[in-house]
Nanobody, 118 residues
Framework: QVQLVESGGGSVQAGESLRLSCVAS????????MRWYRQSPEKGREWVAS???????SVADSMKGRFTISRDNVKRTLYLQMNNLKPEDSAAYYC????????????WGRGIQVIVYS
């Protein structure tokens, strides 16, 4: 069972940046399709960004230009660089993974909180 652990969250002022990390256990990280999503009481669950095992990326329209997803396969780490943060970006952020390449999500992180003050 692959374990995912997020880090890098916190409280920031609007306009500032944060970089979230998601470290995976196991040696096959390079083959995982990964994504970030977020959840808040106001908006519910939102998909944020995805990256495939071949480094093809996609980002939600509302976050394009501000958020960047990337990965370091040597470090077994997924990243989410978040710039120009807004109060509406406040949420719990989660990473998850399709570790088998079948499109089925089978690994989940526990989440990390991001709070953006105006």
């Amino acid at each position: 069972q692959v374990q995912l652990v997020e880090s890098g969250g916190g409280s920031v002022q609007a306009g500032e940046s944060l970089r979230l990390s998601c470290v995976a256990s196991g040696s096959m990280f390079g083959g995982f399709n990964m994504r970030w999503y977020r959840q808040s009481p106001e908006k519910g669950r939102e998909w944020v960004a995805s990256i495939t095992s071949t480094n093809r990326t996609s980002v939600a329209d509302s976050m394009k230009g501000r958020f960047t997803i990337s990965r370091d396969n040597v470090k077994r780490t997924l990243y989410l660089q978040m710039n120009n943060l807004k109060p509406e970006d406040s949420a719990a952020y989660y990473c998850d993974a399709d570790t088998s390449g079948t499109g089925h999500i089978d690994a989940w992180g526990r989440g990390i909180q991001v709070i953006v003050y105006s």
